[in-house]
């Protein structure tokens, strides 16, 4: 199976890695974005957040969550 990408080709990938490689609407969020949403989390819910952030409240509860779990962004 040979798949090809403008500045990609899939040929050396597995057929596996080349169906997680190519996963859809994700985005990186920087760590400060990040800080700035715990730091809201003090005074707002996270569906709050996510209303005037323009982000998932789904998003919002992940890094919460690990932020809860682990101390760090």
Same mark, same amino acid.
């Given at each position: 199976?040979?798949?090809?990408?403008?500045?990609?080709?899939?040929?050396?990938?597995?057929?596996?890695?080349? +169906?997680?490689?190519?996963?859809?609407?994700?985005?990186?969020?920087?760590?400060? +974005?990040?800080?700035?949403? @715990? /730091?809201?989390?003090a005074?707002?819910?996270?569906?709050?957040?996510?209303? @005037? /952030?323009?982000?998932?409240h789904?998003t +919002?509860?992940?890094v919460?969550?690990?932020?809860?779990?682990?101390?760090? +962004?």
């Open positions: 199976m040979a798949l090809n990408c403008a500045a990609f080709s899939f040929n050396s990938l597995r057929r596996s890695d080349a +169906i997680l490689t190519m996963v859809g609407n994700r985005r990186h969020i920087p760590a400060a +974005i990040k800080q700035q949403w @715990v /730091t809201m989390s005074q707002m819910k996270p569906k709050a957040i996510a209303r @005037v /952030t323009d982000t998932s789904r +919002i509860n992940r919460l969550r690990l932020s809860r779990l682990t101390g760090s +962004i």
